[in-house]
C-alpha cells in the first residue's frame, strides 16, 4: 500500500490529519485519486479553486507533481479529493486500484475527530451580535479596536463555558 507523507499546494505544506491515495478505474479511463482529512481552514481557502498544482510525497521517497481537480466532499470531517486524469497507468503498479463497481473506498475518517483537527488548526468565524446594554459599556466596546474585542470575548466565552461544564 502506498502511502503519503506529505502534500504541497501551490508550493505551501498542508496539514494532513489522514489520507489515501489511489487509482480508480471507470469506463472513462483511470484517474490518480487523493483524498484527505485536513483542517476546515484549508477547506475554506480552497473550496473555490477547480485546479491546484500538487507536490505529493509518498513514504517511499517518491515525489508526484501534478496538477489536480479538487472536489470538496460534504459532510463529516474536512475532506479534500484532489484527481488527475492517468496516460500510463504502469508506473502506478503499486498504487490500490478501486474499480467504479466496487463496494469498497478508502474510508479515512476513522481513527480521527473534528475535535483532534482543530487542536491542531482552529477555524475562526466571523460573528455579529446584537446587543442592549447600558449606554456607558456601549460607549466603552465603540471605543475598543476590533482585535481587542476578538481576544476579550475568545477570553470571556471560553471562562464562562468552563464554568458551566464544571456545574
Known sequence: MVVVKSVKIDGES??????????????????LELDMIVSEVAVKKYRNEETL?????????RIINSIMYLKILPGGLPQLNLFCELDDVQEYGDFEKINEYDAWFPNIEN????????????????VSLKLKL???????????KKGNLNEIFKELIYDYWKKQESK
Do not use: C
Open 14 to 31: 498542508l496539514h494532513v490529519f489522514k489520507s489515501s491515495i489511489y487509482i480508480f478505474e471507470s469506463s472513462s479511463g483511470f484517474t
Open 53 to 61: 498544482i500538487l507536490e505529493i510525497e509518498l513514504e517511499d521517497g
Open 111 to 126: 481513527g480521527i475527530t473534528l475535535e483532534e483537527i482543530r487542536k491542531v488548526e482552529m477555524p475562526n468565524e466571523d
Open 134 to 144: 447600558p449606554i456607558d459599556q456601549a460607549e466603552w466596546l465603540k471605543n475598543q
